[in-house]
């Protein structure tokens, strides 16, 4: 017999004693699911593997600036016609219809689409935990594509203002539409993760990025080096795809695969932990992914700041 999901408490997402440190409630996510049973999911898998082997997958890097530019530009064309939050959801969650969701894998009904909700829910929470230890009320994201994640965050009373950074003139207009819709989002800058340093010294905010810096591959240091000389008293929300703290099982082990074909972060949470043992850093929280899509495990979440 089939094993069907109609919800997901986001709590079962992250081992017990994190869970209840992020995530301070009961929080369900509807969807409508079936798990796949043994065979589906060992068919799955030789199906992935044999993708991985066979398919030329994109990869990530500053070439690929033009893709991004077309894409927020298939939101944008959608938004000029209907200024609606659910035109601004990117086209890559709509994609997939089968998730992971710990080790299983779950075929998703009736285009429920719970990746977006469960980041969504993961993104809020690490923001709350954020303003509980340090009071920040202001956000600034780095790779705010359309402006979605910030918008998903419009009904949050405590966030005082936000601020999207973005490398395409598409992300950065669909930004400003959604600047239209909540009046906490403010005029969208310009920020190439390759060749941008921070313009002035900020301090007292939360720096986010949600699967931005999974773009840059290696290429991150620029914007830590950012981050270490140009902010006072920030907190550094990083969710993303990171590989140290993808499971040890099969499916983890394929999502590693699959990210060092398509090139996506790679060092940083070495790195992060180099400047910890320095003495230069402090890790706040490190939770790692157990959920994710078809190819890849969902952003980990990494918070952190300087001491």
């Known amino acids: 017999m089939k094993q069907k999901i ?12 994190l869970g209840n440190q992020l995530v ?4 369900f996510i509807q969807f409508n699911g079936i798990v796949l049973n043994k065979l589906e999911k060992n068919n799955f898998l030789k199906k992935i593997s044999y993708d991985l082997k066979n398919y030329k997958f994109v990869k990530a890097g500053a070439h690929r600036k033009n893709d991004w530019e077309k894409g927020w530009g298939e939101n944008l064309e959608l938004i000029k016609k209907k200024n609606i939050v659910q035109n601004f959801i990117p086209k890559y969650y709509l994609k997939n219809n089968v998730i992971r969701i710990r080790n299983n894998l779950v075929l998703t009904k009736n285009n429920s689409k719970p990746e977006i909700k469960i980041l969504e829910k993961i993104l809020i929470s690490s923001l709350r935990y954020v303003n509980k230890y ?4 202001k956000i600034m994201e780095f790779g ?26 598409s992300g950065i207009k669909c930004c400003n539409y959604a600047g239209k819709l909540c009046r906490k989002i403010k005029k969208a800058n310009f920020f190439d993760f390759y060749k ?29 080096k950012n981050c270490m000389n140009k902010t006072e008293n920030c ?20 999502s590693k695969k699959y990210a060092k074909k398509r090139k996506y972060l790679s060092g940083f949470y070495n790195y992060i932990k180099k400047k910890e043992k320095e003495g230069k850093i402090k890790i706040l929280l490190e939770i ?6 078809k190819y890849l495990n969902g952003p980990s979440i990494l918070i952190w700041e300087k001491i």
């Open 6 to 17: 109609n919800s997901l408490n986001l709590k079962k997402l992250f081992p017990k004693k």
């Open 24 to 27: 301070k409630s009961e929080t």
């Open 134 to 137: 340090k009071g920040h009320s």
């Open 144 to 169: 705010s594509g359309t402006g979605y994640n910030l918008l998903s965050l419009a009904k949050e009373k405590w966030i005082s203002s936000m601020e999207p950074f973005e490398w395409s003139k």
């Open 196 to 224: 941008s340093i921070f313009k002035k010294k900020i301090d007292n905010k939360i720096i986010l990025t949600v699967a931005a810096l999974e773009q840059t591959g290696k290429n991150f240091s620029l914007f830590l």
């Open 235 to 254: 907190v550094f929300v990083n969710l993303e795809p990171i590989q140290e703290l993808m499971p040890n099982t099969k499916l983890g082990k394929l």
């Open 288 to 293: 790692k992914s157990q959920w994710g899509s």
